[in-house]
């Protein structure tokens, strides 16, 4: 199965939207999440990345606005396997709405990237 391209663009869409509705409190939790997966990333330079350009999109409030790649260009499948694991458990567990609602952005995108692969 193909990814669709008009899935991608919703998803990159609602990933812009998530990212663009973060409260400030928002924005400090998600600083704190992605602080967390850096730590717990190691030796994994994908994963650093990963939370980097994510980072960089939270605090500029603005999806995009992070430089490096996308989570297909680097991530091997274990990585993403370890990224949708986590970010589920963030989605399900945070307190903070507009921060659970960006985790099911970045889980959508990383999906996008699972069936891109198929």
Not at 3 to 23: F, G
Not at 31 to 57: C, Y
Not at 109 to 117: F, H, V
């Amino acid at each position: 199965m193909r990814r669709d391209e008009t899935s991608t663009d919703h998803h990159s869409q609602y990933l812009a939207t998530a990212t663009e509705a973060l409260t400030p409190e928002g924005r400090k939790r998600v600083d704190e999440i992605l602080e967390e997966l850096v730590q717990a990333g190691g030796s994994h330079e994908a994963v650093l990345r990963f939370a980097r350009v994510r980072e960089g999109e939270a605090d500029a409030g603005l999806s995009g606005a992070g430089s490096g790649p996308e989570p297909g260009d680097s991530l091997s499948s274990e990585e993403l396997d370890v990224l949708t694991v986590g970010f589920k458990q963030i989605r399900d567990q945070e307190r903070l709405d507009d921060v659970a609602n960006w985790a099911n952005a970045v889980l959508a995108l990383l999906q996008d990237e699972r069936e891109r692969r198929r």
